[in-house]
């Protein structure tokens, strides 16, 4: 082999061997994630939607088990995305997800962050109050309580269907108590709330959840302004008022001098 050959034949394998592996550099890592929300009353379905950066010939879902992660669905999809519907989910279904996609060139792709998928309405619900009331002006504290029967021994709060925090409950009467403290509150805490409890064994399966609770957020400034406005017109009331007093007055006083001038 002639020496231009060789290098020729070096060139190319070196090329390749770069273009390979920037190829396999660019199988992004995919996202997971549940397209009407990770909380999925039970009965209900949901969709997971598994988005990857390539063209991609085969998707896989993963599901974490007692024993560890196994394959649960394969489906042959092309395009960036790829879909595993759930139908009519039960308490089996609720628990934590990852997925991987796979391009026929280059292999299979590093997995996805993992997603936890909450099947709710599995006991009966709990219920939430706001102390000291459900309107409040900004800068003021407000709790939250939820409360349940069940001796559930977490709740979860949740605002416009999103979870917030969660938190221990402890015993109150014939079951179990959960405070959420909400210190200076802002109008950005307005909004409606739920809660929702759950067992610590069973972290996945959630009760249904409590009735809404309406948190209204008034704006303590404008507050003020406002009755600050009130006061200063009423307080203008009250003098014209007088004011037409003293002229009304005046005027009597005037017109009935004259009077007794002539009579007299």
């Not at 972290?203 to 704006?219: E, F, Y």
Request: glycine share 10%.
């Amino acid at each position: 082999m002639t020496p231009a050959l060789s290098v020729l034949l070096c060139l190319g394998l070196c090329l390749c061997k770069r273009t390979r592996t920037q190829a396999a550099d660019g199988l992004h890592k995919p996202s997971l994630r549940a397209e009407s929300g990770s909380l999925v009353p039970r009965g209900g379905a949901v969709t997971l939607r598994c988005r990857g950066s390539w063209e991609a010939e085969e998707w896989r879902l993963e599901k974490k088990g007692g024993s560890g992660w196994s394959e649960i669905k394969t489906v042959r999809q092309a395009g960036n995305e790829g879909e595993f519907s759930l139908l009519s989910v039960t308490s089996y279904d609720a628990g934590t997800y990852r997925c991987r996609y796979r391009h026929s060139s280059y292999g299979w792709s590093e997995r996805s962050d993992p997603l936890q998928l909450v099947v709710t309405g599995l006991s009966a619900p709990p219920s939430l109050a706001a102390l000291p009331s459900s309107e409040v002006a900004s800068g003021q504290n407000v709790t939250l309580q939820c409360r349940s029967e069940l001796y559930h021994d977490w709740c979860v709060l949740c605002k416009e269907g999103e979870e917030i925090t969660q938190s221990r409950t402890r015993r109150h009467g014939w079951g179990h108590q959960a405070d959420f403290f909400f210190p200076a509150v802002t109008l950005t805490q307005e909004g409606t709330y739920r809660c929702f409890g759950f067992y610590s064994s069973s972290p996945s399966l959630w009760s249904s959840p409590s009735a809404p609770l309406l948190l209204r957020v008034s704006d303590a400034a404008a507050l003020d302004y406002t009755v600050g406005n009130l006061v200063r017109l009423t307080l203008a009331g009250l003098v014209l008022v007088l004011l037409g007093v003293l002229l009304a007055e005046h005027c009597k006083s005037s017109r009935g001098h004259p009077v007794q001038g002539v009579l007299g």
